[in-house]
């Protein structure tokens, strides 16, 4: 809208042309943003087993891997499940063998199933104690795991959910703060299900047919846990997670444009500004961005 062109001028990026593919430079460490020091000492920190289903998002699940990667959290693996074509395996192989990722199980199931069946095979390969989500299209900061975790555990819950996260429309050059508790006091409501951290239970299993075995299977797990065990509720850390609008989305973009109604206010983010700018540095994503709060945009980060 106007308000974003009048972001862009002031920015000074009206001539600017951008580039299709994303360039980063991984030479030094990007900053980390240290949210709490870490209550489970290493030795007794239960193993988790990050769960990524993927199929012909190259480019994308290269950069989930990284994130896996680049965890603070140790004791960790990423079993990583596709029925993607052999062209597409191999590569996911190359990748992994050449940034000499440790700790990642390829998993090729015979035959297409549906999201909801990969994602269960996923859980049924898990060798961890506690299990994670691990969308191929999504980032996480590389405290993610960790802040998580220990959140979990302290307060003695059995699964847990983020009720905050970052939000990028790519190609609108939009970055926003979605607080999913702007939507109602109601646990399933508060909760984005993609952030999924659970101890590993046979009880809890994404549907494998039906309406919701392809698309919003990951909210019909989310009710079932909620209404089984105690459930940890992670927000203030939203930053912590990127969840992205790229075009090629489970969901459609009129979708992700009603998640405009749950943006962070625009004083909030100033008031978390610093934080924010620290944890977008480690994103590999396009820049410059705009970030935009409920009234608009913000700032602007090069």
């Known amino acids: ?18 580039l299709d593919a994303v360039i980063t430079v991984r030479g030094v460490a990007a900053p980390r943003i240290r949210v709490a ?4 000492s290493p030795p007794a920190a239960p193993k988790i087993s990050c769960l990524m289903v993927t199929l012909d998002r190259l480019s994308l699940a290269k950069r989930a891997i990284q994130s896996y990667a680049d965890q603070s959290y140790p004791n960790r693996e ?26 990642v199980r390829f998993v090729y199931p015979e035959g297409r199933r ?19 989500q691990w969308d191929d299209d999504d980032c996480s900061h590389p405290d993610r ?13 059995r699964a847990s959910f983020m009720s905050d996260h970052l939000h990028l429309l790519s190609g609108r050059r939009m970055l926003c703060w979605v607080d999913w508790s702007l939507g109602g006091s109601e646990a399933a409501a508060r909760l984005f299900p993609g952030t999924l951290m659970m101890f590993n239970d046979a009880r809890f299993r994404y549907p494998e047919s039906g309406p919701y075995a392809r ?3 990951d909210s019909v797990l989310l009710t079932q846990i909620l209404a089984a065990v105690p459930v940890a509720e992670l927000s203030g850390v939203g930053y912590l997670y990127l969840y992205e609008y790229h075009g090629r989305n489970t969901f459609s973009e009129q979708h992700h444009l009603h998640l405009a109604s749950f943006r962070m206010a625009s004083s909030a983010l100033q008031a978390n500004g610093d934080a924010l700018r620290q944890a977008v540095a480690y994103y590999p994503v ?3 961005l705009v970030i935009v709060g409920k009234e608009g945009p913000v700032f602007a980060l090069s």
């Open 78 to 103: 990423l079993v990583i499940v596709t029925d993607g074509a052999p062209r597409f395996r191999e590569a996911l192989e190359r990748h992994v063998d050449a940034a000499g990722i440790d700790g």
């Open 37 to 40: 020091d870490a209550a489970v």
């Open 286 to 288: 396009e820049r410059p």
């Open 114 to 132: 549906t999201l909801g069946a990969l994602r269960n095979i996923s859980l049924a390969e898990a060798r961890g104690e506690i299990v994670c």
């Open 1 to 18: 809208g106007g308000s974003c062109d009048s972001a862009w001028a002031q920015a000074g990026f009206g001539g600017t042309r951008f």
């Open 145 to 157: 795991l960790r802040v998580q975790c220990d959140d979990m555990l302290r307060r003695g819950a």
């Open 215 to 217: 698309q919003g299977e």
